[in-house]
């Protein structure tokens, strides 16, 4: 064992061997050298993407007194306030209301009432003017009554109360003012919703005299209720109350109360260093150097600061540290720390900790949505057509007798009709035995017919139901005789009215789909992006710049009223329809009123783009259909469909068997296969096995093709998410000494993609892979993320596959 300051001890020893009959040799000396065991520092990584772990702004709640003692430049003067806390950052968002005989809250219409959008916020806060009553109840009963959790994204919640006078009513309260048991309410409301303080700000009426009004608004974490001792000008009880000797203080009151809260990325630079046998020393660190300058630690001097151009590094002498990155930065920025740490007996190595600002990019995922065409009925037109009236008289001088009087009249092909008419019956010449009938013959057939033998003066008569032919409307009369000769019966048709109905006609009627790219969920099946996702801008925000690869600029801007020009909509004619978009992603797509085009697609690829240039696209994919757009259901049985396959946190097995898959197992170390087909697959956390089965794979010509998006390499079963591609069950009659034959590798852009012959056919190398009958690609991953050396090839790399259980054969 080896202490002190030294750092090798060398010793000799005289030794001579003796053999089992008594021999010795001669004499030789034997070296011993004892090293110290000193610290090993190893180089350290730390990254930070711009914007993420800068500064979060507070959300804020604001309660503005617009009494009718608030004088426009009091009133004008808060305004600026806000405005300057607004502009400095460290505002995430805000929920306004105001009061003064009443409260009012000022929605945004959007995320529960918060705005953040502070321009839309200072624009609801410059309309506020004055007048009106004080009444503090009011302003804490509209808060209390719309308040919901503010947006995610900030850091503390704080409560603002800015008033410039003594409250003078209440609203149906029992006291002006906020009592003792308002207050509980108050302090109970804030802490259950999470709130880190609550100020309450006076100016104007309102001095320290006046402390008792405010101090049941204002609140901290921890306190119980009603922290004030009592009357006068002390203020110490509660630092939350605020007292301005002006107005124009209240921009600095706001900028100290209202604070953005840095989120650093924290770790330890001896995480993977070692100290070694003789451990650290105190401290750890002996100095850390960025850009010449060189910080030496002491027991006084335990920490530095480094302001470097990827972002503020703080590292502490016992090795923690913390890097604050830049809000923005158009490219990757990095720095370098370098640090030497120190053992127990004095030994010392140095490394250094890169810190690295990376650019945020925009990350841009598929959409789908229908636009729906359906057929819809028109019914015909009804046209009336007005037959002169039908007189029948029976003059039959005591004898009786009949008479037939008839109108005609055609109802054409492909049309109905009914036909109305009033029968007047002279009833005074009506006997005993008379009777009259009206008929419907259409080609010469009576098709509808009644008989009347009373005496009733009045009927009315609708026969419906009249398809196309000739028709007669006859009128017999039957004078039975009876009665004086003069008894003559006497009935007319009158008001005939013939209504012809043309025939119905369908329509196609058009449905406009609507969404927006940037906020609305993947839920193409087909897609190979994630399922459910959104689109991410980024630190620095994105929005859209084109679309199929023409710029939103040189569009031409939308005539229709619906999407408006003035909205930002662009117009963009596309084959079964019409494409309107703007740059925050809104879209709408109008398609033409045309039945035939029911069943086609399509497609529209749009960039979302930074500030600073970085970009992504997507695609909107239009389906032209008869219904509304409905998201797939995912399901846990695949079938000969294009299912949709979701697992869950534990080990899942999901078979998509047939068709088109888009399969994610989520967490735990899960197994998917596809099945036949050209399948989606995401495995997610954990370390998952993608297999093949026997018949999963295509034909020579017609491989199936699948793609395994975030394929983890290392050695599978050992590294935690280390995945495995199974072919065990898809390859006949391979080995390790013959896998070439069976699989090649190839990689193109950072992806590496596989070409596999379930028979053993890719004998020539490159030169056969149009041989494969099933093909996989591991996204984004190149032979060297796989394990694979600069200049190896298929052969290489997938030996390497093979070593590491990444790919599993029959051996």
Request: hydrophobic share 30%; charged share 20%.
């Amino acid at each position: 064992n080896l202490t002190g300051a030294a750092d090798q001890v060398q010793d000799a020893f005289q030794v001579r061997a003796t053999d089992s009959d008594g021999d010795t040799s001669p004499e030789a000396t034997l070296t011993v050298d004892i090293n110290d065991d000193g610290p090993m520092a190893v180089d350290d990584t730390v990254e930070s993407v711009e914007g993420t772990s800068s500064t979060q702004g507070s959300d804020l709640v604001l309660m503005i007194d617009t009494s009718g003692s608030v004088s426009d430049s009091d009133l004008t003067s808060m305004k600026s306030s806000l405005q300057n806390l607004f502009n400095s950052g460290s505002v995430h968002s805000v929920f306004v209301t105001s009061f003064a005989s009443d409260g009012q809250f000022h929605d945004s219409g959007v995320d529960g009432g918060w705005y953040t959008d502070l321009d839309a916020a200072m624009t609801a806060i410059n309309s506020l003017s004055s007048g009106g009553q004080t009444d503090y109840d009011a302003a804490l009963e509209t808060v209390t009554e719309n308040f919901t959790p503010p947006p995610a994204g900030g850091d503390k919640l704080v409560s603002m109360f800015i008033s410039d006078g003594e409250p003078n009513q209440h609203n149906g309260t029992p006291s002006v003012g906020i009592d003792f048991n308002e207050e509980a309410n108050w302090i109970q409301f804030l802490e259950a919703n999470g709130f880190d303080d609550s100020y309450a700000v006076g100016y104007g009426g309102l001095n320290y005299s006046d402390v008792s009004e405010l101090e049941p608004i204002a609140w901290t974490e921890g306190e119980s209720r009603f922290t004030y001792s009592g009357y006068g000008y002390n203020t110490a009880d509660d630092d939350n109350v605020i007292i301005l000797d002006n107005v124009d203080d209240l921009a600095s009151t706001l900028s100290s109360t209202v604070t953005a809260t840095p989120t650093p990325v924290t770790g330890n630079v001896l995480d993977n260093d070692t100290a070694g046998a003789d451990g650290y020393a105190a401290p750890a660190l002996v100095d850390v150097t960025y850009d010449g300058d060189t910080v030496t630690f002491t027991e006084t001097i335990t920490s530095a600061t480094f302001v470097t151009n990827a972002g503020t590094v703080v590292i502490n002498s016992d090795g923690s540290y913390e890097f604050t990155g830049l809000a923005d930065a158009d490219n990757d920025v990095s720095a370098l720390i370098g640090y030497t740490i120190e053992d127990g007996d004095g030994d010392t190595s140095s490394a250094s900790l890169m810190v690295q600002t990376r650019d945020s990019q925009p990350t841009a995922y598929d959409n789908v949505n229908n636009a729906v065409i359906t057929e819809e009925t028109v019914p015909g037109e009804t046209t009336p057509y007005y037959a002169p009236d039908i007189h029948a008289q029976v003059n039959d001088y005591g004898r009786g007798g009949t008479t037939t009087k008839a109108l005609s009249f055609n109802i054409n092909a492909g049309h109905t009709g009914e036909i109305e008419f009033d029968i007047e019956v002279d009833s005074g010449e009506f006997k005993n035995h008379d009777s009259y009938t009206w008929t419907i013959v259409k080609d010469g057939v009576d098709v509808r017919s009644q008989t009347y033998n009373d005496d009733s003066d009045h009927h009315n008569v609708t026969v419906s139901d009249l398809d196309e032919g000739s028709y007669r409307l006859e009128l017999t009369l039957n004078d039975s005789g009876t009665g004086s000769r003069w008894d003559d019966l006497h009935v007319d048709l009158e008001c005939i009215t013939l209504r012809v109905t043309s025939p119905a006609t369908t329509i196609a009627v058009a449905s406009a789909a609507r969404g927006n790219v940037i906020t609305d969920a993947n839920a193409l099946v087909s897609s190979s992006d994630p399922w459910a996702a959104t689109d991410d801008t980024g630190a620095d925000g994105a929005n859209v710049s084109a679309i199929n690869g023409v710029s939103l600029s040189s569009l031409a801007d939308s005539t229709n009223s619906t999407y408006a020009a003035e909205d930002g909509y662009k117009e963009y004619d596309s084959t079964y329809g019409t494409f309107f978009i703007n740059a925050d992603g809104d879209y709408a797509y109008e398609p033409d009123a045309d039945l035939n085009n029911i069943g086609q697609q399509e497609t529209f690829s749009y960039t979302l783009t930074q500030p600073d240039g970085d970009s992504d696209t997507a695609n909107l994919v239009i389906n032209l259909a008869d219904s509304e757009f409905v998201a797939q259901t995912p399901t846990s049985t695949g079938t000969s469909d294009d299912d949709l396959m979701l697992g869950t946190a534990a080990d899942d097995l999901l078979d998509g068997a047939d068709g088109d898959d888009h399969i994610e197992g989520g967490d735990g170390d899960d197994t998917l296969i596809g099945g036949a087909g050209n399948d989606i697959l995401y495995g997610g956390a954990g370390a998952d096995t993608f297999a093949w089965n026997f018949g999963d794979e295509g034909a020579v010509g017609q491989p199936a093709e699948d793609t395994v998006m975030d394929f983890n390499s290392g050695v599978f079963e050992q590294d935690d998410n280390a995945d495995q591609l199974d072919l065990t069950e898809l390859l006949d009659g391979e080995s390790e000494e013959t896998i070439d034959d069976f699989v090649f590798a190839e990689e193109d852009d950072g992806t590496t993609t596989l070409y596999i012959s379930s028979g053993g056919e890719l004998t020539g190398g490159a030169d056969d892979k149009d041989k494969a009958d099933q093909v996989i690609r591991l996204e984004g991953k190149s032979f060297s993320e796989l394990g694979a050396a600069q200049d190896d090839g298929s052969s290489d790399l997938i030996a390497k596959l093979i070593a590491s259980g990444q790919l599993n054969i029959d051996q």
